[in-house]
């Protein structure tokens, strides 16, 4: 019994320093360091990181050649030798008949049968050379049109043009679609001036009075703040922020809804955030130690050239 009562006893006093904790955690910096307002329909959704990957480009397949058919020669030159061979051999002899060196019996000079066996000569050659042709011109035509069928059934190698861009991402359509109404908007002009919202609204929170920042806040966040700078007022705390350093400010995400546009920024910075009492005793936090922190702001407009308003805060 004794050591059950122990263990409740440390379970209870463990729950009563975490609710201390998130109290103090919920003091810090403008809006508590808590999440709140409204960001459309993407209220309660987690902010998107702006992120850049690495987008390879496919490489161009090589592409495949096929070998050229050559035209065959089917023994042309084999066939001129044997024409000019047979020719010749008639010629020489009918040569050697008109100088009287034929046999007995023959006649001089080149008669009728003799013509008449050049020429039959003549024309078998000639068919002989015509029909090889033929055949070798069919085996060409035949391996072309192999090789025509073997190209076309290889699926052709793909282009691609890299002069083009990469599709543009939501982020990158939005503020377009901003430009497009509001030929005015510069995209580091507006990170600029959100970031001088952001020091404005820390130094209005440290003074308890965001009254000069009420115009830069939509109703709802000027509501919000009041209630949580009234409770700072009543426990008789005030937050100080000091040495602000923001490094890092980026759009992560930019869209349309319901005739408003809206872009969220990411603010990375580091500060001196704590807490004292109206004696100026450091209550919580540290006035040594900065603290690094990581906000997502919204801001809103109609959609044209109006007043951007911080509309919501998220944490990381």
């Not at 058919?69 to 030798?81: D, K, N, T, V």
């Amino acid at each position: 019994m004794k050591n059950r009562w122990i263990v409740r006893l440390f379970t209870i006093a463990f729950a009563v320093s975490l609710i201390a904790m998130g109290y103090q955690e919920a003091s810090a910096r403008a809006g508590g360091g808590r999440s709140f307002g409204s960001r459309g329909a993407r209220t309660y959704k987690s902010p998107s990181r702006m992120t850049n990957p690495y987008t390879s480009r496919p490489q161009p397949s090589p592409q495949q050649s096929f070998p050229q058919a050559q035209p065959q020669r089917q023994g042309g030159s084999f066939l001129r030798g044997l024409a000019g061979g047979v020719v010749g051999g008639l010629l020489g002899g009918m040569l050697f008949r008109s100088l009287g060196f034929a046999g007995p019996g023959a006649a001089g000079g080149i008669g009728i049968f003799d013509i008449l066996l050049i020429g039959g000569i003549l024309y078998l050659i000639y068919r002989f050379v015509a029909s090889r042709r033929r055949a070798a011109q069919q085996t060409a035509g035949g391996t072309q049109q192999y090789w025509r069928q073997a190209e076309s059934a290889e699926p052709a190698p793909q282009q691609y043009n890299f002069s083009q861009p990469p599709a543009q991402d939501e982020t990158s359509s939005g503020l377009a679609h901003v430009r497009q109404m509001d030929g005015t908007f510069d995209e580091n002009r507006f990170k600029d001036n959100v970031q001088d919202i952001f020091f404005r609204v820390q130094g209005a929170w440290t003074r308890r009075d965001l009254t000069p920042v009420a115009s830069l806040q939509t109703p709802e966040m000027q509501d919000i703040f009041r209630r949580q700078i009234e409770e700072l007022k009543a426990a008789g705390n005030i937050n100080r922020l000091e040495n602000i350093a923001v490094r890092e400010v980026e759009i992560s995400e930019v869209w349309q809804e319901e005739g408003n546009d809206y872009i969220t920024v990411r603010f990375l910075a580091s500060i001196l955030d704590y807490t004292t009492d109206e004696t100026g005793k450091v209550v919580s936090g540290s006035d040594l130690e900065p603290v690094k922190f990581e906000e997502y702001w919204t801001f809103s407009r109609p959609v044209g050239p109006n007043q951007w308003k911080l509309s919501a805060i998220q944490q990381a």
